[in-house]
């Protein structure tokens, strides 16, 4: 891939067929958690009469989706109050169906904008956004699974089976860094 470019209000870059096909499944896997994120969500009678949509109470057992959704009201004591643990369950029920359709619809930007066998993307200004949005996430999720760390080197040992994923960790950081200078310019 190409870095990007702007022009006025567009953005262009042009990404081969494996990168898309790497970065649409990501995308894709990441929207597929959260859709089931969503799904598993129970139905309150009581907000669908008032439009008022609620979600869980809990953190996501998932450690990926954990990093995705994090806590609303960090509990900084290792015994917290049952109205610290209300108030923690109340702001994530009110915050993280918001939350979630957010990340949902960057996702489905990408996969809308993304060429399946490659090409160029064109994107506007509020898909650009998007498209950082939906990278940020599957950086988020993908350095969780290979437990990314500051002090990591840049390139793991052949045999360390979290290679081939640093690597593409490291481009999707390009990528983003990339998409950054390009809206900054101009």
Same mark, same amino acid.
């Given at each position: 891939?190409?870095?990007?470019?702007?022009?006025?209000?567009?953005?262009? @870059?042009?990404?081969?067929?494996?990168?898309?096909?790497?970065?649409?499944?990501?995308?894709?896997?990441?929207? &597929?958690?959260?859709? @089931?994120?969503?799904?598993? =969500?129970?139905?309150? %009678? +009581?907000?669908?009469?008032?439009?008022?949509?609620?979600?869980? =109470?809990?953190?996501?057992? &998932?450690?990926?989706?954990?990093?995705?959704?994090?806590?609303?009201?960090?509990?900084? &004591?290792?015994?917290?109050?049952? %109205?610290?643990? &209300? !108030?923690?369950?109340?702001?994530? !029920?009110?915050?993280?169906?918001?939350? +979630?359709?957010?990340?949902?619809?960057? @996702?489905?930007?990408?996969?809308? =904008?993304?060429?399946?066998?490659?090409? %160029?993307?064109? /994107? !506007?200004?509020?898909? @650009?956004? *998007?498209? /950082?949005? *939906?990278?940020?996430?599957?950086?988020? *999720?993908?350095?969780?699974?290979?437990?990314?760390?500051?002090?990591?080197?840049?390139?793991?040992?052949?045999?360390?089976?979290?290679?081939?994923?640093?690597?593409?960790?490291?481009?999707? =950081?390009?990528?983003?860094?990339?998409?950054?200078? *390009?809206?900054? !310019?101009?």
């Amino acid at each position: 891939m190409k870095p990007w470019k702007r022009k006025g209000d567009k953005l262009f @870059a042009d990404i081969d067929k494996q990168e898309a096909a790497v970065l649409r499944g990501l995308v894709s896997q990441i929207d &597929d958690m959260l859709r @089931a994120r969503v799904e598993e =969500t129970p139905q309150d %009678e +009581l907000a669908e009469l008032t439009g008022i949509r609620t979600g869980p =109470t809990s953190s996501p057992d &998932d450690p990926i989706l954990s990093r995705l959704l994090p806590d609303f009201h960090r509990l900084d &004591d290792d015994n917290p109050s049952k %109205e610290d643990l &209300d !108030s923690a369950a109340m702001l994530r !029920s009110l915050h993280e169906p918001g939350l +979630l359709d957010v990340k949902v619809g960057v @996702a489905a930007v990408v996969l809308g =904008t993304c060429p399946t066998h490659g090409g %160029e993307v064109r /994107l !506007s200004l509020e898909q @650009a956004d *998007a498209w /950082l949005s *939906a990278l940020n996430d599957v950086r988020l *999720a993908l350095g969780t699974a290979i437990e990314v760390t500051d002090d990591m080197p840049e390139e793991l040992p052949d045999d360390d089976p979290r290679s081939p994923h640093l690597a593409v960790y490291h481009w999707l =950081t390009w990528v983003q860094e990339s998409l950054v200078q *390009a809206l900054s !310019s101009d």
